[in-house]
């Protein structure tokens, strides 16, 4: 038997489950079988089309970057990559060989090709975020995962339990807790954070306040990195609270690097990374 994280199988299956490759309209191989297979096992799909390859030796940063890789104006000094940040040539030529090579032959790509290479997309980005594959989902924009993440933990919440946000969360995000609390019936309070922030202990005091003044607290909405003001929030927080449910929204970064997650779910959106967790520490 292999033990791993992607879970329990005998040898016999998990060959089998590696060599499979009959996906088609009427009977398909397992997806899940795909990503729950051990690396040394898995065998992916062959890519049918070139794709660009990156050195970060070669980058130099500034115009020379912005020339080489984007299509921006050179009239124009962009510094507002967060909120529309544009594409790089590479991407977008990558994006229109993987158009052709679809139509030349839909059938076949969608639906022999598709989910095989799905399958080996989802297990790359669980390798970089060091994630399992099978509980890691991939969803068409960032809207769709936020969506998701907040209805699923909201939706069995009654009229006395309560959401806190900050005056500091994203405007798209507040809009959706408060529309979910109308459907559903529980209360939303902002937290209001004061400017000049001296120090992180600023922050987990407002929050520690509005726990205080609010006991029906079910779950807390923070922005990592908040997009209006620039900001980091901790990720520490106080250990007495920690049986309360912590929503980040938090740009793309390598976790296992810089952070130790306690049972942490991960839902990939695309531009950002949601992650719910009842306990965390920086390293």
């Known amino acids: 038997m292999n033990r791993s994280r992607y879970g329990t199988k005998s040898r016999t299956?998990?060959?089998?489950?590696?060599?499979?490759?009959?996906?088609?309209?009427?009977?398909?191989?397992?997806?899940?079988?795909l990503l729950r297979l051990p690396e040394e096992v898995y065998q992916p799909p062959k890519i049918p089309v070139d794709l660009p390859s990156f050195s970060s030796s070669d980058l130099k940063f500034g115009r020379e970057a912005k020339e080489a890789h984007f299509h921006l104006s050179a009239s124009w000094t962009f510094i507002n990559h967060g909120a529309f940040g544009a594409v790089l040539k590479e991407a977008l030529a990558a994006a229109a060989v993987w158009q052709v090579y679809c139509e030349r032959q839909p059938l076949r790509f969608l639906d022999r090709e598709l989910l095989p290479l799905l399958a080996f997309t989802t297990r790359r980005l669980a390798d970089?975020?060091?994630?399992?594959?099978?509980?890691?989902?991939?969803v068409p924009n960032v809207t769709t995962g936020i969506n998701s993440v907040i209805r699923s933990v909201c939706k069995t919440f009654s009229p006395q339990d309560s959401v806190l946000i900050f005056n500091t969360t994203y405007g798209a995000v507040k809009k959706l807790v408060r529309t979910v609390s109308e459907e559903v019936g529980f209360s939303v309070h902002e937290l209001v954070i004061h400017?000049?922030?001296?120090?992180?202990?600023?922050?987990?005091?407002?929050?520690?306040?509005?726990?205080?003044?609010?006991?029906?607290?079910?779950?807390?909405?923070?922005?990592?990195?908040?997009?209006?003001?620039g900001i980091i929030f901790p990720v520490k927080v106080g250990s007495e609270h920690n049986t309360l449910p912590l929503l980040y929204l938090t740009v793309c970064r390598r976790w296992r690097h810089s952070v130790i997650l306690e049972g942490l779910k991960f839902l990939w959106t695309?531009?950002?990374?949601?992650?719910?967790?009842?306990s965390a520490c920086v390293i």
Request: glycine share 4%; hydrophobic share 40%; no cysteine.
């Open 270 to 278: 695309g531009l950002m990374l949601l992650a719910l967790y009842q």
């Open 13 to 33: 299956t998990m060959d089998a489950a590696a060599s499979k490759r009959d996906f088609g309209s009427f009977h398909s191989s397992n997806v899940e079988e």
């Open 128 to 138: 970089f975020i060091d994630a399992t594959p099978s509980e890691l989902a991939l």
């Open 195 to 229: 400017f000049p922030l001296h120090s992180h202990s600023q922050i987990l005091e407002t929050l520690e306040s509005g726990l205080r003044e609010h006991e029906s607290v079910k779950l807390v909405i923070a922005d990592h990195i908040s997009s209006n003001y």
